[in-house]
Protein backbone atom coordinates (compact mmCIF):
# COMPACT_ATOMS: atom_id res chain seq x y z
CA UNK A 1 0.00 0.00 0.00
CA UNK A 2 1.22 3.49 -1.33
CA UNK A 3 2.31 5.74 1.93
CA UNK A 4 0.19 8.73 1.09
CA UNK A 5 -2.85 11.18 2.22
CA UNK A 6 -5.81 10.60 -0.53
CA UNK A 7 -8.61 12.99 0.35
CA UNK A 8 -11.93 10.70 0.51
CA UNK A 9 -14.22 13.51 -0.17
CA UNK A 10 -12.33 13.86 -3.44
CA UNK A 11 -10.39 10.58 -3.96
CA UNK A 12 -7.53 13.23 -5.26
CA UNK A 13 -4.07 12.10 -4.05
CA UNK A 14 -2.36 15.06 -1.90
CA UNK A 15 0.76 14.05 -0.80
CA UNK A 16 2.65 11.05 -1.16
CA UNK A 17 6.14 10.06 0.98
CA UNK A 18 8.69 7.22 0.47
CA UNK A 19 8.83 4.04 2.01
CA UNK A 20 11.85 3.65 4.46
CA UNK A 21 14.66 1.77 3.35
CA UNK A 22 15.99 -1.48 5.58
CA UNK A 23 18.79 0.90 6.86
CA UNK A 24 17.17 3.76 7.67
CA UNK A 25 15.02 1.27 10.00
CA UNK A 26 18.14 -0.12 11.36
CA UNK A 27 19.40 3.07 12.14
CA UNK A 28 15.88 4.21 13.83
CA UNK A 29 15.81 0.97 15.88
CA UNK A 30 19.36 1.66 16.94
CA UNK A 31 18.56 4.85 18.09
CA UNK A 32 15.61 3.61 20.31
CA UNK A 33 17.12 0.83 21.51
CA UNK A 34 20.07 3.44 23.07
CA UNK A 35 17.15 6.00 24.15
CA UNK A 36 15.90 3.18 26.03
CA UNK A 37 18.75 2.79 28.38
CA UNK A 38 18.61 6.36 29.82
CA UNK A 39 14.80 6.80 29.38
CA UNK A 40 14.35 3.21 31.98
CA UNK A 41 16.14 5.48 34.54
CA UNK A 42 14.63 8.88 34.01
CA UNK A 43 12.29 9.43 36.50
CA UNK A 44 8.25 9.51 36.53
CA UNK A 45 7.95 13.72 37.04
CA UNK A 46 10.39 13.89 33.79
CA UNK A 47 8.35 11.67 31.54
CA UNK A 48 5.39 13.48 32.97
CA UNK A 49 6.14 16.73 32.41
CA UNK A 50 7.04 15.42 28.65
CA UNK A 51 3.74 13.74 28.34
CA UNK A 52 1.64 16.69 29.50
CA UNK A 53 3.86 18.93 27.61
CA UNK A 54 2.54 16.94 24.48
CA UNK A 55 -1.14 16.94 25.82
CA UNK A 56 -0.87 20.87 25.87
CA UNK A 57 0.49 21.13 22.41
CA UNK A 58 -2.06 19.17 20.79
CA UNK A 59 -4.48 21.50 23.00
CA UNK A 60 -2.73 24.58 21.22
CA UNK A 61 -2.93 22.86 17.71
CA UNK A 62 -6.09 21.37 18.24
CA UNK A 63 -7.79 23.12 14.41
CA UNK A 64 -4.94 22.24 12.19
CA UNK A 65 -4.49 18.75 13.31
CA UNK A 66 -7.85 18.23 13.38
CA UNK A 67 -7.78 19.52 9.44
CA UNK A 68 -4.83 16.50 8.83
CA UNK A 69 -7.59 13.98 10.59
CA UNK A 70 -9.95 15.25 8.12
CA UNK A 71 -8.09 15.19 5.32
CA UNK A 72 -7.09 12.12 5.39
CA UNK A 73 -9.38 10.08 6.69
CA UNK A 74 -12.78 11.88 6.14
CA UNK A 75 -13.98 12.07 10.13
CA UNK A 76 -16.28 15.17 10.73
CA UNK A 77 -14.36 18.02 11.52
CA UNK A 78 -15.91 18.40 15.21
CA UNK A 79 -15.16 14.76 15.62
CA UNK A 80 -11.46 15.15 14.47
CA UNK A 81 -11.42 17.93 17.42
CA UNK A 82 -12.91 15.92 19.91
CA UNK A 83 -10.81 13.28 18.57
CA UNK A 84 -7.68 15.53 19.55
CA UNK A 85 -8.98 17.12 22.88
CA UNK A 86 -9.76 12.68 24.05
CA UNK A 87 -6.09 12.20 22.64
CA UNK A 88 -4.36 15.51 24.82
CA UNK A 89 -6.83 13.58 28.20
CA UNK A 90 -5.13 10.47 27.38
CA UNK A 91 -1.60 11.80 27.92
CA UNK A 92 -2.78 13.68 30.82
CA UNK A 93 -4.11 10.51 32.40
CA UNK A 94 -1.06 8.48 31.99
CA UNK A 95 1.18 11.47 32.85
CA UNK A 96 -0.75 11.76 36.13
CA UNK A 97 -1.35 8.57 37.50
CA UNK A 98 1.27 6.08 35.88
CA UNK A 99 3.63 6.06 39.42
CA UNK A 100 0.61 5.01 41.61
CA UNK A 101 -0.35 2.31 38.85
CA UNK A 102 3.94 1.11 38.90
CA UNK A 103 4.43 1.53 42.38
CA UNK A 104 6.36 -1.12 44.06
CA UNK A 105 3.35 -4.14 45.31
CA UNK A 106 4.62 -5.39 48.62
CA UNK A 107 3.51 -9.25 49.44
CA UNK A 108 3.15 -11.10 52.80
CA UNK A 109 4.89 -14.41 52.40
CA UNK A 110 5.41 -16.69 54.84
CA UNK A 111 8.67 -15.34 56.36
CA UNK A 112 11.11 -12.51 54.80
CA UNK A 113 9.55 -10.02 52.93
CA UNK A 114 9.01 -9.34 49.28
CA UNK A 115 7.73 -7.56 46.99
CA UNK A 116 6.64 -6.80 43.24
CA UNK A 117 8.39 -3.90 41.39
CA UNK A 118 7.09 -2.82 37.49
CA UNK A 119 10.28 -2.24 35.32
CA UNK A 120 10.25 -1.71 31.60
CA UNK A 121 11.04 -3.88 29.07
CA UNK A 122 12.56 -1.97 25.72
CA UNK A 123 11.49 -1.13 22.72
CA UNK A 124 7.51 -1.77 22.24
CA UNK A 125 6.41 -1.68 18.46
CA UNK A 126 2.91 -0.35 17.99
CA UNK A 127 0.83 -0.68 14.83
CA UNK A 128 -1.81 1.56 14.30
CA UNK A 129 -4.96 2.33 11.96
CA UNK A 130 -6.42 5.09 10.45
CA UNK A 131 -9.86 5.18 11.90
CA UNK A 132 -8.37 7.32 15.34
CA UNK A 133 -5.31 8.21 13.88
CA UNK A 134 -4.18 10.32 17.35
CA UNK A 135 -6.30 8.68 19.95
CA UNK A 136 -5.22 5.08 18.94
CA UNK A 137 -1.40 6.28 19.10
CA UNK A 138 -2.44 7.60 22.22
CA UNK A 139 -3.71 5.04 23.94
CA UNK A 140 -0.45 3.05 22.98
CA UNK A 141 2.37 5.42 23.61
CA UNK A 142 1.47 7.43 26.54
CA UNK A 143 1.45 4.13 28.90
CA UNK A 144 4.39 2.54 27.39
CA UNK A 145 6.28 5.93 27.42
CA UNK A 146 4.74 6.30 30.99
CA UNK A 147 6.24 2.80 32.32
CA UNK A 148 9.72 3.46 30.54
CA UNK A 149 9.54 2.21 27.64
CA UNK A 150 10.51 3.48 24.02
CA UNK A 151 7.98 3.33 21.04
CA UNK A 152 7.95 2.72 17.32
CA UNK A 153 5.03 3.53 16.03
CA UNK A 154 4.06 1.80 12.39
CA UNK A 155 0.93 4.14 11.79
CA UNK A 156 -1.64 3.02 8.73
CA UNK A 157 -0.59 3.88 5.37
CA UNK A 158 -3.21 6.53 4.86
CA UNK A 159 -2.57 8.95 7.40
CA UNK A 160 1.12 9.80 6.71
CA UNK A 161 0.59 13.65 7.55
CA UNK A 162 -1.11 12.50 11.13
CA UNK A 163 1.83 9.82 12.00
CA UNK A 164 4.65 13.17 11.10
CA UNK A 165 2.54 15.57 13.29
CA UNK A 166 2.61 13.22 16.05
CA UNK A 167 6.06 12.77 16.26
CA UNK A 168 6.71 16.34 15.68
CA UNK A 169 4.66 17.35 18.41
CA UNK A 170 7.37 14.86 20.74
CA UNK A 171 10.17 16.52 19.06
CA UNK A 172 8.61 20.33 20.06
CA UNK A 173 7.83 19.18 23.53
CA UNK A 174 11.63 18.45 24.11
CA UNK A 175 11.28 14.65 24.25
CA UNK A 176 14.49 12.72 24.17
CA UNK A 177 15.57 11.41 20.66
CA UNK A 178 14.50 8.11 20.29
CA UNK A 179 11.86 7.24 22.86
CA UNK A 180 9.09 8.28 20.10
CA UNK A 181 9.41 6.87 16.26
CA UNK A 182 7.42 7.09 13.11
CA UNK A 183 7.83 4.08 10.63
CA UNK A 184 7.15 4.91 6.84
CA UNK A 185 6.81 0.87 6.40
CA UNK A 186 4.02 -1.25 5.14
CA UNK A 187 2.12 -3.26 7.11
CA UNK A 188 3.46 -6.51 5.82
CA UNK A 189 7.46 -5.17 6.74
CA UNK A 190 6.09 -4.27 10.03
CA UNK A 191 5.43 -8.32 10.44
CA UNK A 192 8.57 -8.71 9.77
CA UNK A 193 10.42 -6.40 12.09
CA UNK A 194 9.12 -8.39 15.41
CA UNK A 195 11.12 -10.58 14.74
CA UNK A 196 14.41 -7.99 15.44
CA UNK A 197 15.86 -9.05 19.10
CA UNK A 198 15.62 -5.25 19.78
CA UNK A 199 11.92 -5.60 20.01
CA UNK A 200 10.42 -6.66 23.12
CA UNK A 201 6.65 -6.66 22.38
CA UNK A 202 4.19 -5.82 19.84
CA UNK A 203 0.55 -4.12 19.63
CA UNK A 204 -1.94 -3.92 17.43
CA UNK A 205 -5.17 -2.48 16.59
CA UNK A 206 -6.89 -3.58 12.97
CA UNK A 207 -7.89 -6.24 11.17
CA UNK A 208 -8.45 -9.62 12.41
CA UNK A 209 -6.15 -10.94 9.26
CA UNK A 210 -2.79 -7.79 10.39
CA UNK A 211 -3.70 -9.28 13.86
CA UNK A 212 -3.30 -12.96 12.73
CA UNK A 213 -0.56 -11.88 11.86
CA UNK A 214 1.48 -10.15 13.85
CA UNK A 215 0.41 -12.70 16.72
CA UNK A 216 1.90 -15.55 14.81
CA UNK A 217 5.14 -13.52 14.48
CA UNK A 218 5.20 -12.63 18.28
CA UNK A 219 4.52 -16.17 18.95
CA UNK A 220 7.50 -17.20 17.02
CA UNK A 221 10.03 -15.30 18.49
CA UNK A 222 8.17 -15.47 21.95
CA UNK A 223 7.10 -12.08 22.48
CA UNK A 224 4.14 -10.33 24.35
CA UNK A 225 1.28 -8.92 22.52
CA UNK A 226 -1.99 -7.21 22.19
CA UNK A 227 -4.20 -7.44 19.73
CA UNK A 228 -7.23 -4.58 19.27
CA UNK A 229 -9.56 -5.97 16.65
CA UNK A 230 -12.50 -5.36 15.11
CA UNK A 231 -15.86 -5.72 16.43
CA UNK A 232 -19.70 -6.19 15.53
CA UNK A 233 -21.59 -4.18 18.34
CA UNK A 234 -25.10 -5.51 19.53
CA UNK A 235 -27.23 -2.87 20.48
CA UNK A 236 -30.17 -4.53 22.32
CA UNK A 237 -33.36 -2.92 22.71
CA UNK A 238 -35.82 -4.01 25.01
CA UNK A 239 -39.19 -3.48 25.67
CA UNK A 240 -39.15 -0.83 28.10
CA UNK A 241 -36.51 0.99 26.37
CA UNK A 242 -37.21 5.04 26.04
CA UNK A 243 -37.53 4.37 22.45
CA UNK A 244 -36.56 8.11 21.34
CA UNK A 245 -34.19 8.39 23.21
CA UNK A 246 -32.92 4.71 22.40
CA UNK A 247 -33.07 5.99 18.53
CA UNK A 248 -30.87 9.15 19.03
CA UNK A 249 -28.28 7.20 20.60
CA UNK A 250 -28.93 4.22 17.87
CA UNK A 251 -28.10 6.45 15.46
CA UNK A 252 -25.22 8.21 17.00
CA UNK A 253 -23.69 4.22 17.67
CA UNK A 254 -24.14 3.89 13.96
CA UNK A 255 -22.80 6.42 12.23
CA UNK A 256 -20.03 8.11 14.24
CA UNK A 257 -16.90 8.21 12.54
CA UNK A 258 -18.74 7.69 9.46
CA UNK A 259 -19.66 4.27 10.73
CA UNK A 260 -15.69 3.00 10.68
CA UNK A 261 -15.27 2.70 14.22
CA UNK A 262 -14.53 -0.72 16.50
CA UNK A 263 -16.78 -0.51 18.57
CA UNK A 264 -19.93 1.03 16.47
CA UNK A 265 -23.32 -0.31 17.34
CA UNK A 266 -23.47 -2.47 14.32
CA UNK A 267 -26.35 -4.97 15.04
CA UNK A 268 -30.01 -4.07 16.39
CA UNK A 269 -31.87 -6.47 18.04
CA UNK A 270 -34.89 -5.07 19.43
CA UNK A 271 -37.97 -7.24 20.91
CA UNK A 272 -41.27 -7.83 19.05
CA UNK A 273 -43.22 -5.32 21.17
CA UNK A 274 -41.10 -2.00 20.61
CA UNK A 275 -39.60 -3.29 16.91
CA UNK A 276 -41.97 -1.79 14.65
CA UNK A 277 -41.82 1.39 16.75
CA UNK A 278 -38.22 1.45 16.40
CA UNK A 279 -36.95 0.67 13.40
CA UNK A 280 -39.62 3.35 11.73
CA UNK A 281 -37.98 6.46 13.86
CA UNK A 282 -34.29 5.10 13.83
CA UNK A 283 -34.87 4.57 9.51
CA UNK A 284 -36.29 8.18 9.21
CA UNK A 285 -33.70 9.43 11.02
CA UNK A 286 -30.97 7.78 9.42
CA UNK A 287 -32.74 8.38 5.91
CA UNK A 288 -32.99 12.38 6.97
CA UNK A 289 -28.78 12.66 7.37
CA UNK A 290 -27.01 15.49 6.01
CA UNK A 291 -24.59 13.64 3.26
CA UNK A 292 -21.42 15.60 2.54
CA UNK A 293 -18.49 17.77 3.18
CA UNK A 294 -16.74 16.44 6.12
CA UNK A 295 -15.07 19.68 7.35
CA UNK A 296 -18.80 21.71 6.87
CA UNK A 297 -19.80 21.74 10.43
CA UNK A 298 -23.51 21.08 8.84
CA UNK A 299 -22.68 17.55 7.41
CA UNK A 300 -23.88 14.82 9.57
CA UNK A 301 -22.31 11.88 7.54
CA UNK A 302 -19.01 12.25 5.48
CA UNK A 303 -17.46 10.20 3.18
CA UNK A 304 -15.76 6.54 4.00
CA UNK A 305 -11.76 6.31 4.21
CA UNK A 306 -11.00 5.80 1.23
CA UNK A 307 -12.73 4.83 -2.22
CA UNK A 308 -11.32 0.95 -1.77
CA UNK A 309 -13.50 0.73 1.32
CA UNK A 310 -16.91 2.14 -0.34
CA UNK A 311 -16.45 -0.65 -2.56
CA UNK A 312 -15.59 -3.46 0.02
CA UNK A 313 -19.07 -2.22 1.80
CA UNK A 314 -21.40 -2.20 -0.99
CA UNK A 315 -19.86 -5.44 -2.20
CA UNK A 316 -20.94 -6.93 1.16
CA UNK A 317 -24.26 -5.24 0.56
CA UNK A 318 -24.75 -6.99 -2.70
CA UNK A 319 -23.66 -9.96 -1.50
CA UNK A 320 -25.76 -10.19 1.40
CA UNK A 321 -28.86 -9.07 -1.09
CA UNK A 322 -27.87 -11.96 -2.83
CA UNK A 323 -28.27 -14.13 -0.33
CA UNK A 324 -31.32 -13.09 0.67
CA UNK A 325 -31.02 -9.97 2.65
CA UNK A 326 -34.06 -7.34 2.14
CA UNK A 327 -32.63 -3.57 1.97
CA UNK A 328 -34.98 -1.41 4.40
CA UNK A 329 -33.03 1.90 3.55
CA UNK A 330 -29.73 2.96 1.56
CA UNK A 331 -27.88 0.07 -0.17
CA UNK A 332 -26.06 2.02 -2.48
CA UNK A 333 -23.23 4.56 -2.72
CA UNK A 334 -24.32 8.55 -2.91
CA UNK A 335 -24.98 10.70 -5.92
CA UNK A 336 -21.79 12.57 -4.85
CA UNK A 337 -17.68 12.45 -6.23
CA UNK A 338 -15.71 10.86 -3.19
CA UNK A 339 -15.87 7.66 -1.23
CA UNK A 340 -19.80 8.09 -0.33
CA UNK A 341 -22.14 5.58 0.96
CA UNK A 342 -25.75 6.17 1.82
CA UNK A 343 -27.10 5.24 5.20
CA UNK A 344 -28.01 2.13 4.67
CA UNK A 345 -30.41 -0.77 6.79
CA UNK A 346 -30.12 -4.31 6.23
CA UNK A 347 -32.68 -6.93 7.48
CA UNK A 348 -33.73 -10.57 7.47
CA UNK A 349 -30.53 -11.26 7.90
CA UNK A 350 -29.50 -15.19 8.95
CA UNK A 351 -26.17 -17.26 9.56
CA UNK A 352 -25.67 -18.05 6.10
CA UNK A 353 -25.72 -14.57 4.80
CA UNK A 354 -22.05 -12.50 4.67
CA UNK A 355 -24.04 -9.66 6.96
CA UNK A 356 -24.71 -11.68 9.70
CA UNK A 357 -21.24 -12.39 10.64
CA UNK A 358 -18.91 -10.08 8.77
CA UNK A 359 -17.78 -6.54 10.22
CA UNK A 360 -20.14 -4.12 8.24
CA UNK A 361 -16.86 -0.97 8.60
CA UNK A 362 -19.43 1.95 7.54
CA UNK A 363 -22.72 3.50 7.96
CA UNK A 364 -25.12 -0.07 7.66
CA UNK A 365 -27.15 -1.07 10.47
CA UNK A 366 -28.54 -4.47 10.74
CA UNK A 367 -31.55 -4.68 11.72
CA UNK A 368 -33.11 -8.30 13.85
CA UNK A 369 -36.54 -8.38 15.51
CA UNK A 370 -36.54 -11.18 18.01
CA UNK A 371 -39.48 -12.51 20.26
CA UNK A 372 -38.20 -11.64 24.19
CA UNK A 373 -35.06 -10.76 26.22
CA UNK A 374 -33.83 -14.63 25.88
CA UNK A 375 -33.62 -14.89 22.49
CA UNK A 376 -31.74 -11.33 21.91
CA UNK A 377 -29.11 -12.42 24.11
CA UNK A 378 -28.69 -15.68 22.21
CA UNK A 379 -28.33 -13.70 19.14
CA UNK A 380 -25.97 -10.79 20.49
CA UNK A 381 -23.98 -13.46 21.11
CA UNK A 382 -23.86 -15.58 18.17
CA UNK A 383 -20.74 -13.07 16.86
CA UNK A 384 -16.95 -14.36 16.10
CA UNK A 385 -16.43 -10.84 17.52
CA UNK A 386 -16.95 -9.78 21.21
CA UNK A 387 -15.82 -6.17 21.64
CA UNK A 388 -18.96 -3.84 22.81
CA UNK A 389 -22.43 -4.57 23.53
CA UNK A 390 -25.20 -1.84 24.53
CA UNK A 391 -28.40 -2.66 25.98
CA UNK A 392 -31.30 -0.14 26.35
CA UNK A 393 -33.55 -0.94 29.06
CA UNK A 394 -35.30 1.66 32.02
CA UNK A 395 -34.34 -1.08 34.41
CA UNK A 396 -31.08 -0.85 35.40
CA UNK A 397 -30.92 -4.15 37.35
CA UNK A 398 -32.35 -6.15 34.23
CA UNK A 399 -29.88 -4.63 31.90
CA UNK A 400 -26.97 -5.76 34.74
CA UNK A 401 -28.30 -9.38 34.42
CA UNK A 402 -28.31 -9.33 30.97
CA UNK A 403 -24.46 -7.72 30.93
CA UNK A 404 -23.16 -10.55 32.75
CA UNK A 405 -24.46 -13.49 30.16
CA UNK A 406 -23.01 -11.17 26.85
CA UNK A 407 -19.38 -12.36 25.86
CA UNK A 408 -17.95 -8.79 24.88
CA UNK A 409 -15.17 -6.83 26.18
CA UNK A 410 -17.37 -3.94 27.20
CA UNK A 411 -21.01 -3.42 27.76
CA UNK A 412 -22.74 -0.12 28.06
CA UNK A 413 -26.23 0.21 29.42
CA UNK A 414 -28.15 2.85 27.93
CA UNK A 415 -25.63 4.31 26.03
CA UNK A 416 -23.69 3.13 22.84
CA UNK A 417 -20.01 1.79 23.38
CA UNK A 418 -17.63 4.60 23.89
CA UNK A 419 -14.21 5.36 25.05
CA UNK A 420 -12.04 7.54 27.76
CA UNK A 421 -8.93 7.21 29.66
CA UNK A 422 -10.38 5.40 32.89
CA UNK A 423 -12.30 2.92 31.41
CA UNK A 424 -10.29 -0.42 30.11
CA UNK A 425 -10.98 -1.11 26.46
CA UNK A 426 -10.87 -4.05 24.70
CA UNK A 427 -12.21 -7.37 23.89
CA UNK A 428 -12.61 -11.24 23.74
CA UNK A 429 -13.04 -13.76 21.16
CA UNK A 430 -11.78 -12.63 17.35
CA UNK A 431 -12.06 -8.77 18.75
CA UNK A 432 -8.45 -9.25 20.11
CA UNK A 433 -6.93 -9.56 23.65
CA UNK A 434 -4.92 -7.87 26.54
CA UNK A 435 -6.78 -3.65 27.13
CA UNK A 436 -5.64 -0.26 26.50
CA UNK A 437 -6.89 2.68 28.92
CA UNK A 438 -7.06 2.72 32.51
CA UNK A 439 -4.78 0.79 34.91
CA UNK A 440 -5.22 -2.19 32.97
CA UNK A 441 -3.53 -0.70 29.66
CA UNK A 442 0.04 0.43 31.31
CA UNK A 443 0.25 -3.28 32.49
CA UNK A 444 0.72 -5.04 29.40
CA UNK A 445 4.32 -4.11 28.45
CA UNK A 446 5.54 -4.26 32.16
CA UNK A 447 8.37 -6.88 33.99
CA UNK A 448 6.30 -7.79 36.91
CA UNK A 449 9.65 -8.30 38.37
CA UNK A 450 9.66 -10.28 42.09
CA UNK A 451 12.19 -8.97 44.75
CA UNK A 452 12.70 -11.19 47.27
CA UNK A 453 15.12 -10.76 50.63
CA UNK A 454 15.32 -13.36 52.54
CA UNK A 455 18.04 -13.93 55.66
CA UNK A 456 20.73 -15.56 55.38
CA UNK A 457 19.84 -18.86 57.54
CA UNK A 458 15.98 -19.36 56.55
CA UNK A 459 15.15 -22.58 55.17
CA UNK A 460 14.09 -23.56 51.80
P1 LIG B 1 -5.85 -3.04 8.90
O1 LIG B 1 -5.93 -3.07 7.43
O2 LIG B 1 -5.66 -4.29 9.63
O3 LIG B 1 -4.67 -2.01 9.27
C1 LIG B 1 -4.30 -1.73 10.61
C2 LIG B 1 -2.80 -1.56 10.67
O4 LIG B 1 -2.21 -2.84 10.44
C3 LIG B 1 -2.23 -0.63 9.59
O5 LIG B 1 -1.14 0.06 10.13
C4 LIG B 1 -1.78 -1.59 8.52
O6 LIG B 1 -0.74 -1.09 7.71
C5 LIG B 1 -1.28 -2.75 9.36
N1 LIG B 1 -1.27 -4.03 8.66
C6 LIG B 1 -2.01 -4.43 7.61
N2 LIG B 1 -1.69 -5.70 7.28
C7 LIG B 1 -0.74 -6.11 8.14
C8 LIG B 1 0.00 -7.31 8.32
N3 LIG B 1 -0.19 -8.38 7.53
N4 LIG B 1 0.89 -7.38 9.33
C9 LIG B 1 1.08 -6.32 10.13
N5 LIG B 1 0.43 -5.16 10.02
C10 LIG B 1 -0.48 -5.04 9.04
O7 LIG B 1 -7.13 -2.38 9.55
P2 LIG B 1 -7.79 -1.02 9.17
O8 LIG B 1 -8.59 -1.24 7.95
O9 LIG B 1 -6.80 0.08 9.15
O10 LIG B 1 -8.73 -0.76 10.44
C11 LIG B 1 -10.00 -1.25 10.49
C12 LIG B 1 -10.08 -2.45 11.40
O11 LIG B 1 -9.51 -2.13 12.65
C13 LIG B 1 -11.52 -2.79 11.69
O12 LIG B 1 -11.68 -4.19 11.71
C14 LIG B 1 -11.74 -2.20 13.07
O13 LIG B 1 -12.81 -2.78 13.76
C15 LIG B 1 -10.42 -2.44 13.71
N6 LIG B 1 -10.22 -1.56 14.85
C16 LIG B 1 -10.18 -2.09 16.11
C17 LIG B 1 -10.05 -1.26 17.22
C18 LIG B 1 -10.02 -1.81 18.62
O14 LIG B 1 -9.63 -1.09 19.51
N7 LIG B 1 -10.45 -3.04 18.85
C19 LIG B 1 -9.91 0.13 17.03
C20 LIG B 1 -9.94 0.62 15.73
C21 LIG B 1 -10.08 -0.22 14.65
P3 LIG B 1 -1.07 -0.56 6.22
O15 LIG B 1 -1.89 0.64 6.38
O16 LIG B 1 0.25 -0.31 5.65
O17 LIG B 1 -1.83 -1.68 5.53
Not at 14 to 28: N, P
Not at 90 to 116: H, M, Q, R, V
Request: glycine content about 8%; hydrophobic content about 40%; overall charge negative.
Amino acid sequence: MAIQTVNPYTNKVERTFDEMSEETIDLLLTQSAKAFTSWKETNYEVRAKILHKVASLMREKKEHLATLITLEMGKLIAQAEGEILLSAAIFDYYATNAKAFLTDKPLKPENGSAYIKSSPIGIILGVEPWNFPFYQVARFAAPNLMVGNTVLVNHASMVPQCALAIEELFDEAGAPNGIYTNLFISGKRASALVSDKRIKGVSLTGSEAAGASIAAEAGRYLKKSVLELGGSDAFIILEDADIDKTVEWAVVGRINNNGQSCVASKRFIAVEAIADEFIEKFKEKLSNLVVGDPMDSKTELGPMSSEEAAVTIIDQIRRSVDAGATILLGGTRADMPGAFVQPTILTDLKPEIPAYYEELFGPVASFYRVKDEETAIILANDSDFGLGCSIFTKDIKRGEKIANQIDAGMVFINHPTWTQADLPFGGTKGSGYGRELSELGIQEFVNKKLIRVSGLSDPL
